[in-house]
């Protein structure tokens, strides 16, 4: 092999750049086809890249925390001081404010018991998962988490942060998983008033998000709904647990159709700042079934 | 030519693990800059239009396998944008700092007005000026500043590979 390139100056294959160009063109839209019409097939390239890629950028996330927390550090002592001043007020409050509760406690449990509501949210089982990365292109509503299979998620499982829904489970790996959030454009969540349990529609819009709103329609016009009113999820979806809080109604109107109210919805979560979450990990197939035989005790 | 593949495929990997994970620390008016685009540009700027779209199908498959729901999509949009840039190499000068940065903002300016037609128009969503104002604006000026420091970097890694081509000739 030596001699030859000592010989003679090594060749340079001349390409043309629009044949590369043309040709890469074409490469890329077989692959959308092909992985549009089988998807399975690209899934294991997709797992080990995300596999490569999750605790990477879990380290680098870390990094750019611990960074943001220095300047934090330096810069906000004096609030900090004043902060903890007032949370400690708070904490006496809380405290109090606490034990009430838990006296309420027994008399809820009791009622519960009569009303079979044995199997409401602070019940499910939780994984805690951290965000580790966010679609490059802003505004699509989804990222990534840093918990995968092996920790036992499942596709369309709920995440939660917080008290608030944050959105579902739509693509898992080894050690990451995607998650699409309320806000998003695709993400519709069949929704509930907790009052009076009217059901409806929650649509993400991550341009009325800017103002801090996501969209809810398709409301029954008998419906006596007011601002302020709590939509939780419903016991007719199909992917959603009932009875999680989605957020606050407000800006309550007529539908352009006129056949059915809209209104607009703040979700209890910050999206913006959001860095963990919670998933739960019984998925609404189970949930029916469980409930079935509850039914079926009772 | 080896290390230069090497190199291409971890700086590739480097700059979009540092795009989507410092999101939460660095990102300004909900947009963080595209490290990438930056990438594909500088290289189509100093070594003309076939490595660079060949970067940019890197680029824009690593995008697609992580949070794409089709493969194929963002690989087109960075090459068509690398197919660009790469016609400026013509022009190319070491000590030509505005240039790239110019063509930065040019190319984030055809990938947003491209990721409008597909993401945007194809689905219903028309309103225009809030893309413009919301996103693409903010998405520029912010790609820009970050070139201005990373296109730097990128020609000094450029000046030191340089080294080994003319060893390997």
Redesign the interface.
């Known amino acids: 092999m030596k001699p030859k390139i000592k010989n003679k100056p090594r060749k340079k294959i001349v390409i043309n750049p629009k044949i590369v160009f043309w040709g890469l063109t074409v490469f890329c839209v077989i692959l959308i086809v092909v992985s549009y019409r089988f998807s399975e097939v690209f899934s294991p390239v997709k797992n080990v890249i995300g596999s490569v890629v999750a605790p990477m950028q879990k380290g680098i996330n870390d990094l750019g925390d611990y960074f943001e927390n220095k300047a934090e550090h330096f810069s906000n002592m004096d609030k900090l001081i004043e902060e903890n001043r007032e949370l400690r007020e708070q904490i006496d409050d809380l405290k109090n404010t606490n034990q009430i509760l838990n006296q309420e406690k027994y008399e809820l449990s009791y009622y519960r018991e009569l009303y079979n509501l044995d199997a409401l949210y602070d019940q499910y089982d939780k994984v805690a998962a951290k965000v580790i990365s966010k679609d490059p292109n802003s505004y699509s509503g989804e990222f990534i988490i840093d918990k995968g299979e092996n920790d036992g998620i499942l596709k369309d499982m709920n995440v939660l942060a917080g008290n608030g829904l944050v959105g579902i489970v739509t693509e898992t790996g080894s050690n990451w998983a995607r998650i699409r959030t309320i806000i998003d454009d695709a993400s519709k969540v069949s929704g509930m008033f907790l009052k009076t349990s009217d059901t409806c529609i929650v649509s993400g819009d991550l341009e009325l998000i800017d103002k801090g709103y996501i969209n809810v329609s398709q409301i029954s016009l008998n419906a006596q709904i007011y601002d302020n009113y709590e939509v939780v999820t419903s016991y007719i979806s199909d992917k959603y647990l009932p009875g999680i809080l989605v957020g606050y109604v407000s800006d309550i109107g007529v539908d352009p159709t006129k056949l059915s109210q809209q209104c607009k919805l703040t979700p209890v979560v910050d999206f913006e700042h959001i860095d963990a979450v919670l998933i739960i990990t019984q998925l609404r197939e189970q949930y029916d079934g469980i409930s079935e035989v509850f039914r079926s005790d009772n | 030519m080896i290390i230069r593949a090497i190199t291409l495929i971890f700086g590739t ?1 480097i700059l ?11 990102s300004l008016a ?3 800059p ?1 490290l ?1 685009m930056i990438l594909v540009v500088s290289t189509g700027y100093m070594h ?3 490595r660079a ?2 970067t940019g ?1 890197l680029c ?1 498959f ?2 697609d ?3 794409g729901n ?4 963002f ?2 949009f960075y ?2 944008v690398g ?1 660009f840039s ?1 016609f400026a190499n013509k022009i190319y000068d070491d000590e030509d700092h505005m240039t790239p940065i110019l063509l930065t903002a040019a190319g984030e300016l055809l990938y947003n007005i491209m ?1 409008f037609i597909v ?1 945007y128009l194809l ?1 219903g ?1 028309t ?1 225009l000026s ?1 893309y413009i104002y ?2 693409t604006i903010p ?1 520029i000026v912010y790609t820009v500043l970050v070139s201005i420091i990373l296109y730097r970097i990128l020609r000094l890694i450029n000046n030191f590979l340089l080294r080994f081509d003319k060893t390997e ?1």
Do not use: A, H, W
């Open positions: 990997f979009y693990v540092l795009q989507t994970g410092l999101f939460s620390s660095f909900g947009v963080v595209d990438l003309g239009r076939i779209m060949i199908l824009g690593f995008i396998c992580c949070y089709v493969i194929g999509v690989p087109i090459i068509i197919n790469g990721f993401f689905q969503r309103n809030f919301r996103i998405k000739e």
